[in-house]
T-cell receptor
């Protein structure tokens, strides 16, 4: 599946580092999403972008900063993270956010470890 | 509150046996329903979806699910599982609120030889 790609696939960072996660969708979709998946917890929706505009921010700490420069690319900038931020970060996209075009397609994820 | 419940956190089953993974959601007038599969160290792959029409939905890898509005359920079934079906399965529901998906906790399917 190459519809949604994510880089890097694995990332180890210290608490003082700054890094970025990248997501790219090749499906011509208008909406993109960031999720956090921690062990033994349900998927947590972090951010939603629609046509490059952020439309939802689910009380995510400011050490996570999303960016959507165009409808195909989504970034998650990370700085001064905590060990509890270690998780699998998943990107997804959908055609739209209304009606029957809401099916989300996921990337392979970035496994993040914060030391 | 809108919620999705996957009734079994783990389902062990022998190869070639049938399996059913259960999913219930809180009632709503209009919902879209999805099942995703996640293999170790990978993202979520769409198995099947119900948007409208026939309540019996067929997906990839021989899986199917039935939308039951009166019981607010969307159980996933496969008549004969393979070792390669070992994975975590997630049920998700869209209540048509800006594309937001509500996910269940996941069911870990373990297929043994």
């Amino acid at each position: 599946e190459t519809g949604v790609t994510q880089t890097p696939r694995h990332l180890v960072m210290g608490m003082t580092n700054k890094k970025s996660l990248k997501c790219e969708q090749h499906l011509g979709h208008n909406a993109m999403y960031w999720y956090k998946q921690s062990a033994k917890k349900p998927l947590e929706l972090m951010f939603v972008y629609s046509l490059e505009e952020r439309v939802e921010n689910n009380s995510v700490p400011s050490r996570f900063s999303p960016e959507c420069p165009n409808s195909s690319h989504l970034f998650l900038h990370l700085h001064t993270l905590q060990p509890e931020d270690s998780a699998l970060y998943l990107c997804a996209s959908s055609q739209d956010r209304r009606g029957q075009r809401v099916t989300q397609y996921f990337g392979p994820g970035t496994r993040l470890l914060v030391l | 509150a809108q919620s999705v419940t996957q009734l079994d956190s783990q389902v062990p089953v022998f190869e070639e046996a049938p399996v059913e993974l259960r999913c219930n959601y809180s009632s709503s007038v209009s919902v879209y329903l999805f099942w995703y599969v996640q293999y170790p160290n990978q993202g979520l792959q769409l198995l099947l979806k119900y948007l409208s029409g026939s309540t019996l939905v067929k997906g990839i890898n021989g899986f199917e699910a039935e939308f039951n509005k009166s019981q607010t359920s969307f159980h996933l079934r496969k008549p004969s599982v393979h070792i390669s079906d070992t994975a975590e399965y997630f049920c998700a529901v869209s209540y048509n609120q800006g594309g937001k998906l509500i996910f269940g906790q996941g069911t870990e399917l373990s297929v043994k030889p």
